[in-house]
């Protein structure tokens, strides 16, 4: 959705959809928007309570059907489990994904990572597609004039262009874009607590043939988890940027972060969108 300053301003229900890394500010502007007249739709939790809740308590109960204790209740009924997920908390969705690489260290199979590789991009792809309907939910149901859809960092790698036009037609493209002291923050915290990520399929095998060589490993099963997403992750994230750069220029704006860092107030974020547009 292309718009000027004075027609974005003249919208009685607006509609975004938050472009940018994990971490660099998307979920922080969402909840100070939540305090207004905002439906705060975050992609992320809609793929770990609808998409993903299955496989994620499937995998958790193979885990705890190894201990006797909690296999013997969990055969004869006597406990349950069951997901906690907030906007806030999506360590379920995180540790569903995993890393590839050694079993001893906590690492998937290439089979398995692989495989929940796929089911993640599917979820994701299934939530972006649930957005227009949310967007009739958060008025008719709720009373929320307005909508933000907190896309996942990962929503530039789905290639799919039809979803794309899909939520341009329903909502504007709002990338925050990270300046370089922020992004050094970003892969520094990555450094500090690797933790698990979408990759392409094609950038996944390129990027973990390159790693295993650099390494001489002959095997997946010899790569340290850890030590993998924190190579990566500086690659993942510079690869990141052209795409996200590319969805904004055809759909949307770029606002930026030491901008965004500044905003209290729903005047202010509104203020900051109408200086891009």
Same mark, same amino acid.
């Given at each position: 959705?292309k718009?000027?300053?004075?027609?974005?301003r003249?919208?009685?229900?607006?509609?975004?959809?938050l472009?940018?890394?994990s971490g660099?500010?998307?979920t922080?502007?969402?909840?100070?928007?939540?305090?207004?007249?905002?439906?705060?739709?975050s992609?992320?939790?809609?793929?770990?309570?609808?998409?993903?809740?299955?496989?994620?308590?499937?995998?958790?109960?193979?885990?705890a059907?190894q201990?006797?204790?909690?296999?013997?209740?969990?055969?004869?009924?006597?406990?349950?489990?069951?997901?906690?997920?907030?906007?806030?908390n999506l360590d379920? *969705?995180?540790?569903?994904?995993g890393?590839?690489?050694d079993?001893e260290?906590?690492?998937?199979p290439?089979e398995?990572?692989?495989?929940?590789q796929?089911?993640?991009n599917?979820?994701?792809?299934?939530?972006?597609?649930? *957005?227009?309907?949310?967007?009739?939910?958060?008025?008719?149901?709720?009373g929320?004039?307005?909508?933000i859809?907190?896309?996942?960092?990962?929503?530039?790698?789905?290639e799919?262009?039809?979803?794309?036009?899909?939520?341009?037609?329903?909502t504007?493209?709002?990338?925050?874009?990270?300046?370089?002291?922020?992004?050094?923050?970003?892969?520094?915290r990555?450094?500090a607590?690797?933790?698990?990520?979408?990759?392409?399929?094609?950038?996944?095998?390129?990027?973990?043939?390159i790693?295993?060589?650099?390494?001489?490993?002959e095997? *997946?099963?010899?790569v340290?988890?850890?030590?993998?997403?924190?190579w990566?992750?500086?690659?993942?994230?510079?690869?990141?940027?052209?795409?996200?750069?590319?969805?904004a220029?055809?759909?949307?704006?770029?606002?930026?972060t030491?901008d965004?860092y500044?905003?209290k107030?729903?005047?202010?974020?509104l203020a900051? *969108?109408?200086?891009?547009?």
């Open positions: 959705m718009l000027n300053a004075q027609e974005f003249d919208l009685e229900h607006k509609s975004i959809t472009l940018g890394m660099v500010g998307k922080f502007l969402s909840n100070i928007l939540r305090k207004s007249d905002w439906f705060h739709y992609g992320d939790y809609r793929i770990g309570t609808r998409y993903l809740n299955e496989p994620i308590l499937d995998n958790i109960k193979i885990k059907m201990v006797p204790f909690l296999r013997d209740l969990l055969r004869s009924d006597s406990i349950y489990i069951n997901n906690n997920i907030t906007i806030d379920v *969705v995180s540790s569903f994904l890393k590839i690489g079993p260290l906590g690492g998937l290439l398995e990572f692989k495989h929940r796929q089911l993640f599917d979820a994701e792809v299934a939530a972006m597609k649930d *957005v227009p309907e949310f967007i009739k939910k958060a008025r008719q149901i709720y929320f004039n307005h909508f859809n907190d896309a996942g960092g990962s929503i530039c790698e789905l799919d262009d039809s979803l794309l036009d899909m939520l341009a037609e329903n504007i493209f709002i990338y925050i874009q990270a300046n370089e002291e922020d992004e050094k923050r970003l892969i520094s990555a450094t607590a690797p933790k698990p990520m979408y990759y392409r399929a094609a950038y996944l095998d390129e990027q973990l043939g790693y295993m060589q650099e390494n001489d490993l095997y *997946v099963a010899m340290n988890p850890d030590e993998f997403v924190r990566v992750f500086p690659r993942l994230f510079y690869s990141r940027i052209p795409r996200y750069e590319e969805i220029q055809k759909y949307g704006y770029t606002i930026k030491e965004l500044k905003i107030t729903e005047s202010d974020f900051l *969108v109408e200086k891009a547009l």
